[in-house]
């Protein structure tokens, strides 16, 4: 029974700006430009751009799509269309990943929080000193506060609701978020050195392609552009009737991986001018951010303002996806449990303190406690990541071609009266192509942790 009154997005701009918010964050403003540097530059970026229009696509637009047949989060959704226990566990492990997820996110936007705060009162050189980072998340004080802070950000705008809290937070941000990309891109592409990073950008070089290249590029997609992880499954049954998935699905998109090309471009450019033309710095993985660039915005003269600006858009890009993955697990509490919106935020509250706070206090107080030899952001991560995102992207390709079938989920794409342009692409890809990649990411990823592969 579908519900009547459940919560809605004002219109395409709603969603559309809502949806680009959940995919835009850490991963494309960190994770991206780090990948890319690492796995060849402009044939990383290639390969990521072929994938997200192929691959990409095809699970935003499916996704999407049973989220607003349904009307339910996906628990729901699935237990609807199917019917089968097997099928309810798909469900339920879209459901958890952003539980799982939120916590551990919220303690590096509350890293990010810590960085804003120091440049707006702190000295460029300090920041930028070797030790800064490492002493700031070792001290289980200091993070732990960043981190709730960050977290009562989140909590606030989901107490708030579908339209008053995530799609208008979303419609303020975004376009601020685009902006502050912008200056910085046009500040850091004309510094002297930096045209030779911009080269490696967007220039491919296949002599740098390898099997890895094109595992990353999807293990990142996931990440980027909140692939399996319930959101737009959430979204999708905010969505009215009316508004073209596909037209938003595009769009989405688009502005997913520009602001990832922007990213990249405020980023290695920078980090070029900088070295001198030594790649060896852009391998810097989680200290890029934290510690490579204060060290190039200490090089510059108005380092200061560019550090305000360019931490204040990593936290409003942290946000809006922190607060989409929030959204997917209060819907979830709402749908199968019957917990108001107030409940429902309150017991995720709890949740995110708790988890949260072992990421947080697992580079100090908890350092000596691993799982599996990875502390514990480090094992959260690569149990949503490299585990349950791929399990549930398959259980999502079996849901829609063993029980909702693909023709009706063209019918659902076809609702708002114009035709599915790409519908050839879309049942070959959910049929067979879709199931293939994430197989791949769920073995190279597993065989990675054990020590089989090097990625």
């Known amino acids: 029974m579908k519900s009547d009154n459940r919560a809605s997005f004002s219109g395409k701009i709603g969603f559309v700006l809502s949806a680009a918010g959940a995919s835009v964050g850490l991963g494309n403003i960190w994770r991206f430009p780090y990948l890319c540097a690492k796995y060849g530059g402009g044939i990383f970026l290639l390969v990521y751009i072929i994938l997200a229009v192929t691959f990409g696509y095809t699970m935003i637009v499916a996704e999407t799509a049973i989220g607003r047949n349904t009307k339910k989060s996906p628990v729901g959704a699935f237990h609807e269309l199917s019917n089968s226990k097997a099928m309810g566990i798909g469900g339920w492990i879209n459901a958890i990943i952003p539980i799982l997820i939120v916590p551990y996110y919220s303690v590096i936007g509350g890293w990010v929080c810590k960085y804003l705060f120091e440049y707006i009162r702190e000295d460029v050189n300090v920041i930028a000193s070797d030790d ?10 200091a993070s732990e506060f960043w981190f709730v802070i960050f977290a009562a950000l989140v909590l606030i705008v989901i107490f708030m609701g579908v339209r008053n809290g995530i799609e208008r937070v979303s419609r303020m941000m975004m376009p601020v978020l685009v902006v502050l990309a912008v200056i910085i ?3 850091s592409v004309t510094r002297p050195g930096a045209l030779m990073g911009v080269k490696y950008l967007f220039i491919p070089n296949f002599k740098d392609f390898s099997i890895m290249t ?19 499954i959430t979204f999708g049954s905010y969505v009215k009737k009316e508004v073209s998935i596909e037209e938003s699905t595009k769009q989405v998109e688009i502005f997913d991986t520009a602001i990832a090309i922007l990213a990249s471009l405020m980023i290695i450019p920078a980090v070029f001018a900088f070295s001198g033309g030594d790649q060896a710095s852009l391998n810097k993985g989680p200290s890029l951010m934290f510690i490579t660039m204060p060290q190039i915005f200490a090089s510059m003269g108005v380092g200061k303002i560019i550090g305000i600006l360019f931490f204040a858009l990593v936290l409003f890009a942290a946000l809006t996806s922190a607060i989409a993955l929030m959204e997917s697990a209060v819907s979830t509490f709402a749908d199968e449990f019957k917990w108001s919106r107030k409940k429902g935020t309150a017991i995720m509250a709890v949740i995110m303190l708790v988890l949260g706070s072992l990421s947080s206090l697992g580079n100090g107080p908890l350092s000596n406690v691993t799982v599996f030899g990875m502390g514990f952001l480090d094992f959260f991560d690569f149990l949503t990541n490299a585990v349950m995102m791929p399990i549930a992207a398959l259980a999502i390709c079996i849901l829609i071609t063993k029980y909702m079938t693909v023709e009706k989920l063209e019918e659902e794409v076809e609702q708002d009266g114009h035709p599915f342009k790409r519908k050839k692409v879309f049942a070959f890809m959910i049929k067979f192509l879709c199931p293939l990649f994430v197989a791949v990411i769920l073995v190279s990823a597993v065989a990675n942790v054990l020590g089989f592969i090097q990625m």
């Open 132 to 141: 800064f980072f490492l002493n700031f998340i070792s001290d289980g004080a």
């Open 185 to 187: 891109c046009v500040y």
């Open 214 to 232: 094109v595992v990353t590029a999807m293990g990142q997609m996931f990440y980027s552009l909140s692939i399996a992880m319930g959101i737009l």
